[in-house]
Every structure is written in C-alpha cells, then in structure tokens.
C-alpha cells in the first residue's frame, strides 16, 4: 500500500495506474484484431486500410496512456519509417512483378510464371499481398503523423 | 455577413434538395449505375477471383490502380508532415 | 432500409453537427465531432454499406478525434467568436 502510495505521488499530471493497466492489457487484443481485420478481408467486411489503422491506432493509445516514449520503445522510429516504406514497395513491387512476368500492370494472373497455383488462386492471393502492403502503410503512417503532430516534431514530450 | 451566410447556406442545401429528386430510388435495379458494369462484377467476380467479398475484389483486383494511388497519396501526405514537423533536439 | 430509423439518425446527425460548431469549447466540440461520426457510421451500417462504416468509424471517429485533440494541445481550448 505505501509503494502504491509513493508512486502515486511521482506520477505525472493524467497519469492514472488504472488506465494504464487497462490498456496494457487491451493493446495486444487490439493488435490481433488489427491483423484478423487485414487477413480476413476476403470473407468479412474490412481489409487492408481498415487493419492498418486499428494497428496504428493501439500504438495511438499506448502513447495516450503513457506518455510518448513508452510507444517509442515499443516500436522504434527507425522501424516505423522502415514499415511503412515496405509498405508501399510491396504494392507497386507486386505490379512492376506481374508486368516483368509477361502480364499487364497489376495482373496478378502472370505471377503464376514464378509458382504455379493456377491464375485464378493467384488472383486471390494478389489481393492478400496488396492488402498487407496497405496495412503497413497505413500503420507506420498513421502512427508518424500523431507522433509529429502530438509533440510538435520534438519526439521527446508531447501528449 | 452572418445573415448573408446563413442565406447562401440555405439557398445552396435547397438547390441540392431539389437536385436530388431526379436521383433514382434507393436500390432500384434500372438505375444507370446498375445496369452497365455490376452485373458482370457480381456474376463473375466469385468465379474469376476467388474473393466472396465482392468490396475487396474490386478495389483489389478489378480497381487496383484506385487503391495503388490511395496509398500513394497517403504515403506522400505522411512524408510531407514528417519533413515539415520532425526536428531533431542537436 | 428502414425510414424511421433513417429518420432519427439523421436527425441526431443534424443536431450533433449544429451543437458542434455552436459550442464555445473546442475539446468538447472535437468529442461531439466524434459521435456525429459514430452516427455516420450507424446510418452507413443501416444503409447496407459495411466497409465504408468500418472505415467512418475508426478514422472518422478514432484517428481524427486524437488528431484534433493533439492540435487543440498544441493551441488554444477557447473559441474566439
């Protein structure tokens, strides 16, 4: 009870144990949804976009609670930079691959040159790989523009 | 001036009000939207892509440049705050 | 679709964004902005149109509602006029 008490006293203003708590369990659900939301698209309502934002949305909501490093250490700028990037290079890599393999621009059929699956699964599977190239760029972005926005650039205090 | 807001407001949701009574009804099936092109996307997707979902079918396969761009456009929006904002403390 | 409950929606809608740019304190506004965008969300949803309602409700109402709040952070809470 008294260490409950002393850091109590040392947390900042808005710093609340229960919230923090709270979220730290809540974040690796809401990861999981995030990922169920990019890869499930083919049968459910959501995809690529949808997933990508409710990833970025839990780094959101840890540097809400805590405080702008915390999200920091959990994913780094460097990596978030990198994420999002590969993002969009999976996208326009897919269809710069599917015109060298002999199809049109965004043809997903020609890519069964390289692994014959039969052109319509690859067509399928096309999608996937789009959607997860969205996702990831739609997360890096979105969790870059409330780490700039939030600490007016400085990335050290903020929110 | 606020008066003179108020009133171009008004006139302008009255002029589209009106614009929407020659809309076709909500979910009729001789609307023009319906009868070129959803057709085939809805009798042939399923057959040609594997995907039930027929919203992620034509955004990722059929309309697959639309949503190349989106990206595109997002990625470029996500860059130009980051080297607006983003200083470094030294 | 459902006339009368397109009816209430819409009409919740209309007050959320009368009350949104009536109220002087800009936090509060940003909240209100969120639940004229879960209502948006619900009239989609109710209208057949399931992916736009995903996307309405987590950007609309969870990514611009934190956006907004970190510029309201950043500036000032009041409301000039």
């Known amino acids: 009870m008294k260490l409950l008490q002393e850091r109590t006293e040392k947390q900042k203003f808005g710093e609340s144990l229960i919230i923090q708590t709270a979220v730290r369990m809540m974040v690796p659900f809401i990861q999981l949804f995030g990922l169920y939301v990019i890869v499930h698209g083919h049968y459910s309502p959501g995809g690529g976009f949808q997933g990508g934002v409710i990833l970025g949305a839990s780094f959101v909501l840890l540097a809400l609670a805590f405080d702008l490093r915390t999200s920091v250490r959990y994913m780094s700028e460097r990596v978030n930079n990198t994420l999002g990037n590969v993002g969009v290079l999976i996208y326009t890599g897919v269809a710069v691959l599917c015109a060298l393999f002999g199809g049109l621009f965004l043809d997903y059929s020609a890519l069964d040159a390289i692994i014959p699956l039969g052109p319509i699964a690859w067509r399928s599977f096309g999608i996937f790989l789009v959607e997860v190239g969205v996702g990831l760029a739609v997360m890096s972005i979105m969790v870059s523009l409330f780490w700039d926005l939030g600490s007016g650039g400085e990335m050290d205090e903020g929110l | ?90 | 679709m459902i006339w009368d409950l397109d009816l209430l929606i819409l009409l919740l809608v209309v007050s959320c964004a009368l009350a949104a740019i009536t109220v002087k304190d800009l936090l509060s506004a940003t909240v209100i902005f969120g639940v004229y965008s879960f209502l948006m969300c619900l009239l989609w949803a109710e209208m057949g149109a399931v992916d736009v309602a995903f996307t309405e409700a987590t950007v609309g109402a969870g990514v611009s509602t934190v956006l907004f709040i970190a510029a309201i952070l950043h500036t000032s809470r009041r409301s000039k006029d």
Not at chain 2, 8 to 20: E, M, N, P, R, S
Not at chain 2, 35 to 48: D, G
Not at chain 2, 53 to 77: H, K, Q, S, W
Request: with cysteine; net charge negative.
């Open chain 2, 1 to 90: 001036m606020k008066a003179l807001a108020l009133v171009a407001t008004l006139v302008t949701g009255a002029i589209l009000l009106y614009g929407t009574m020659d809309f076709p009804a909500f979910g009729d099936p001789n609307a023009p939207a319906a009868v070129h092109l959803s057709n085939n996307y809805i009798e042939q997707a399923v057959a040609e892509t594997h995907v039930p979902n027929l919203v992620t079918a034509v955004l990722g396969d059929y309309r697959g440049y639309d949503t190349m761009f989106e990206t595109v456009v997002i990625y470029c929006a996500g860059l130009a705050v980051v080297s607006v904002l983003r200083r470094s403390k030294s």
